[in-house]
């Protein structure tokens, strides 16, 4: 009774944090609208403003701390929002191109062949781990600017948060939309209403300069071009999170690529008006470039006061848009992770739904990764961005490249026709020549930005992301070529079917005579092979007791003791079997394994479990076949054992 209290006890836990677990046919109707869709994911994309502004100012301060050097951040603002404008006419070309999302990845192995395929998923796959380690950073990193004395504890604080984030996802994307519609809107709400009283301050000359700033460490730099592109690459930040759209286009209501479309330009409508009002305000004010304080922060102090619930306002607001941008990753990443999983390119488990018709195991995976980078990066938002914006801008140039080579396949198609194509339906487009511009124009830019970030942040950590792609690419194919392996051992076609009976002999392994051996022998006997038991005698003591107990309670049956004179368990019995099958070599050897099975974890850890070490020494042998035949204790009412016929 106590354990089935334990086991409701847990139940019950379970629907508490993860929700009812939902029927697969309800699948269907887990999808989203647009305002829930625009939370889900373009929450990514709408918090690169908060930092975006702040990255071009620290590059620039490099230069000095001069107006005329960081007035530059306005040209290079508008020259990064028309970037984002190009990139975003570019996907939403893709949403309506392959409606079954995927975005770069379906793209890349559509057009260009597996090796980009490959190289696309491992750079979003990055880039979607590096999405929750830098805006959890980032949020936390709002948080104590206004609470100073919760800065020792950002890491605790960015680990707490993405155990709660990853909770509400397991729970569904329906439900983790609604949940983080919330903070999403509120600070789309009071960033607009910070910028026009910004602005109106500014007009009627209410605004003054922010003062009490602790700027950062400038540099002796001379302001050259190549300082203006790394500030332009790092304002380029803005530009992630464009593609989740394109790759979760599945999660819409239909009509899906309508609905993703629309959702796409209203999300780049709103970041392109933020980025540039928060750049333009920040400017007016002065704001700089600080280790201590952000320019958000600056921003709100400047424009509502220091302490005003306005200004404090603005920070929570900040801070949760940030600390939610992570559920756009939770969004994409389980669903790329199944798309290669289902090629072959990763484990098979990545394609597993949950009880809430969730990828479980992707949700698992990217947390797991995303805490460790948190831990090592020491949640700062300055190490993680050179890690993260590389896997973002060669994603963008791979997707926007096979884009180019997908418009020039349909301009070839005669008008009228449709082709099936791998991935879609292809249409000629009469407009093909210019959406292939649109797309070819975006691709350089994002690849001269990738180039810049990758060697003006190299040692600053860029290296370990133009290590880690590669590797992680000759990773998939080693799993790809494992699954292609073991398909073709699987695979029947070529080779003779022969169904014959061969002799099987079963092998009961004895450690003591119990109820467990009685329920094993009873097993045996069910079988109806000829059967006998094996005790290793580990303990030379224990021999003859077990040999007596046997003759005693079972007395039917052979018992071969086998000698283990150096306490080993696996090696003597491979060695037995491998006799066995010497002198029959045409039969099968039947394996039963009993082992106790306790009502919990703690408890199932004070026995030996010995079982799982047989399963892994036999494993690699042939014509071998091993029955785990489990013991419950908590029943232990001896009518369960059945007297041997």
Same mark, same amino acid.
């Given at each position: 009774?106590?354990?089935?209290?334990?086991?409701?006890?847990?139940?019950?836990?379970?629907?508490?944090?993860?929700?009812?677990?939902?029927?697969?046919?309800?699948?269907?109707?887990?999808?989203?609208?647009?305002?829930?869709?625009?939370?889900?994911?373009?929450?990514?994309?709408?918090?690169?403003?908060?930092?975006?502004?702040?990255?071009?100012?620290?590059?620039?301060?490099?230069?000095?701390?001069?107006?005329?050097?960081?007035?530059?951040?306005?040209?290079?603002?508008?020259?990064?929002?028309?970037?984002?404008?190009?990139?975003?006419?570019?996907?939403?070309?893709?949403?309506?191109?392959?409606?079954?999302?995927?975005?770069?990845?379906?793209?890349?192995?559509?057009?260009?062949?597996?090796?980009?395929?490959?190289?696309?998923?491992?750079?979003?796959?990055?880039?979607?781990?590096?999405?929750?380690?830098?805006?959890?950073?980032?949020?936390?990193?709002?948080?104590?600017?206004?609470?100073?004395?919760?800065?020792?504890?950002?890491?605790?604080?960015?680990?707490?948060?993405?155990?709660?984030?990853?909770?509400?996802?397991?729970?569904?994307?329906?439900?983790?939309?609604?949940?983080?519609?919330?903070?999403?809107?509120?600070?789309?709400?009071? =960033?607009?209403?910070?910028?026009?009283?910004?602005?109106?301050?500014?007009?009627?000359?209410?605004?003054?300069?922010?003062?009490?700033?602790?700027?950062?460490?400038?540099?002796?730099?001379?302001?050259?071009?190549?300082?203006?592109?790394?500030?332009?690459?790092?304002?380029?930040?803005?530009?992630?999170?464009?593609?989740?759209?394109?790759?979760?286009?599945?999660?819409?209501?239909?009509?899906?690529?309508?609905?993703?479309?629309?959702?796409?330009?209203?999300?780049?409508?709103?970041?392109?008006?933020?980025?540039?009002?928060?750049?333009?305000?920040?400017?007016?004010?002065?704001?700089?470039?600080?280790?201590?304080?952000?320019?958000?922060?600056?921003?709100?102090?400047?424009?509502?006061?220091?302490?005003?619930?306005?200004?404090?306002?603005?920070?929570?607001?900040?801070?949760?848009?940030?600390?939610?941008?992570?559920?756009?990753?939770?969004?994409?990443?389980?669903?790329?992770?199944?798309?290669?999983?289902?090629?072959?390119?990763?484990?098979?488990?990545?394609?597993?739904?949950?009880?809430?018709?969730?990828?479980?195991?992707?949700?698992?995976?990217?947390?797991?990764?995303?805490?460790?980078?948190?831990?090592?990066?020491?949640?700062?938002?300055?190490?993680?961005?050179?890690?993260?914006?590389?896997?973002?801008?060669?994603?963008?140039?791979?997707?926007?490249?096979?884009?180019?080579?997908? =418009?020039?396949?349909?301009?070839?198609?005669?008008?009228?026709?449709?082709?099936?194509?791998?991935?879609?339906?292809?249409?000629?487009?009469?407009?093909?020549?210019?959406?292939?511009?649109?797309?070819?124009?975006?691709?350089?830019?994002?690849?001269?930005?990738?180039?810049?970030?990758?060697?003006?942040?190299?040692?600053?950590?860029?290296?370990?992301?133009?290590?880690?792609?590669?590797?992680?690419?000759?990773?998939?194919?080693?799993?790809?070529?494992?699954?292609?392996?073991?398909?073709?051992?699987?695979?029947?076609?070529?080779?003779?079917?022969?169904?014959?009976?061969?002799?099987?002999?079963?092998?009961?392994?004895?450690?003591?005579?119990?109820?467990?051996?009685?329920? =094993?022998?009873?097993?045996?006997?069910?079988?109806?092979?000829?059967?006998?038991?094996?005790?290793?005698?580990?303990?030379?003591?224990?021999?003859?007791?077990?040999?007596?107990?046997?003759?005693?309670?079972?007395?039917?049956?052979? =018992?071969?003791?086998?000698?283990?004179?150096?306490?080993?368990?696996?090696?003597?019995?491979?060695?037995?079997?491998?006799?066995?099958?010497?002198?029959?070599?045409?039969?099968?050897?039947?394996?039963?394994?009993?082992?106790?099975?306790?009502?919990?974890?703690?408890?199932?850890?004070?026995?030996?479990?010995?079982?799982?070490?047989?399963?892994?020494?036999?494993?690699?042998?042939?014509?071998?076949?091993?029955?785990?035949?489990?013991?419950?204790?908590?029943?232990?009412?001896?009518?369960?054992?059945?007297?041997?016929?």
């Amino acid at each position: 009774m106590a354990s089935d209290k334990n086991n409701e006890s847990h139940f019950s836990l379970s629907r508490v944090l993860f929700g009812k677990p939902l029927a697969t046919t309800a699948l269907p109707h887990q999808t989203v609208s647009r305002p829930i869709g625009l939370a889900v994911f373009a929450s990514d994309a709408l918090s690169s403003t908060a930092y975006a502004t702040e990255e071009i100012l620290i590059i620039l301060a490099l230069a000095g701390l001069g107006a005329s050097t960081l007035g530059l951040s306005i040209p290079i603002a508008i020259a990064i929002a028309i970037l984002l404008i190009v990139v975003t006419i570019s996907y939403r070309q893709t949403i309506y191109a392959y409606p079954n999302g995927g975005g770069a990845y379906i793209v890349a192995r559509d057009n260009l062949g597996e090796l980009p395929a490959q190289i696309a998923g491992a750079a979003l796959l990055t880039d979607y781990i590096l999405t929750v380690a830098v805006s959890v950073s980032s949020g936390v990193a709002q948080i104590t600017s206004g609470i100073p004395d919760l800065l020792p504890y950002r890491v605790e604080m960015a680990l707490v948060v993405i155990a709660f984030i990853t909770i509400v996802n397991l729970r569904g994307v329906r439900e983790s939309g609604r949940i983080f519609a919330v903070p999403t809107y509120f600070f789309i709400g009071i =960033m607009f209403i910070t910028l026009i009283v910004g602005f109106i301050r500014q007009l009627t000359g209410n605004l003054s300069d922010v003062t009490g700033v602790e700027p950062v460490h400038t540099g002796t730099q001379a302001l050259t071009l190549f300082l203006v592109l790394r500030a332009f690459s790092s304002g380029s930040a803005a530009l992630t999170g464009i593609e989740a759209i394109s790759n979760g286009i599945t999660a819409f209501k239909e009509p899906r690529s309508r609905n993703a479309a629309i959702t796409l330009m209203w999300m780049s409508g709103i970041l392109v008006t933020l980025f540039l009002s928060i750049t333009l305000l920040s400017r007016a004010i002065h704001a700089i470039p600080s280790e201590t304080e952000t320019v958000i922060s600056q921003l709100g102090r400047t424009v509502y006061g220091d302490g005003s619930i306005l200004y404090a306002a603005t920070l929570v607001g900040t801070a949760l848009i940030l600390l939610m941008a992570a559920n756009t990753s939770y969004a994409d990443f389980p669903r790329l992770a199944a798309l290669a999983a289902g090629d072959g390119f990763l484990p098979r488990q990545l394609t597993f739904r949950g009880g809430r018709l969730v990828f479980s195991w992707g949700i698992m995976m990217l947390a797991l990764f995303a805490s460790l980078l948190v831990i090592v990066g020491d949640a700062r938002t300055n190490a993680l961005i050179p890690l993260y914006a590389i896997g973002v801008f060669l994603s963008f140039t791979i997707s926007q490249t096979g884009m180019v080579i997908h =418009m020039r396949r349909v301009g070839r198609i005669p008008p009228g026709e449709k082709v099936q194509g791998r991935e879609t339906i292809l249409e000629y487009d009469s407009r093909w020549k210019t959406k292939s511009f649109i797309s070819g124009f975006g691709a350089v830019c994002t690849f001269i930005v990738m180039m810049v970030f990758a060697i003006t942040k190299f040692t600053s950590g860029a290296w370990f992301v133009i290590v880690l792609i590669p590797s992680l690419v000759f990773i998939f194919f080693r799993i790809h070529s494992h699954y292609k392996r073991v398909a073709r051992a699987l695979s029947l076609q070529g080779k003779p079917v022969e169904i014959k009976r061969r002799l099987v002999q079963t092998i009961i392994l004895v450690d003591d005579v119990h109820a467990e051996t009685v329920r =094993m022998v009873n097993f045996a006997k069910s079988v109806g092979d000829p059967w006998h038991a094996v005790h290793i005698g580990v303990n030379p003591d224990k021999i003859e007791v077990v040999k007596a107990k046997w003759q005693e309670r079972i007395g039917e049956g052979e =018992m071969v003791i086998i000698p283990s004179p150096y306490r080993l368990l696996a090696e003597p019995l491979r060695e037995y079997i491998e006799q066995l099958q010497a002198e029959q070599p045409d039969s099968f050897i039947h394996i039963i394994l009993g082992h106790l099975a306790m009502p919990n974890f703690w408890e199932q850890a004070l026995h030996q479990n010995t079982a799982l070490i047989f399963n892994l020494a036999l494993a690699g042998m042939e014509n071998i076949a091993v029955t785990a035949v489990p013991y419950q204790i908590q029943d232990p009412d001896p009518k369960d054992i059945i007297d041997i016929a």
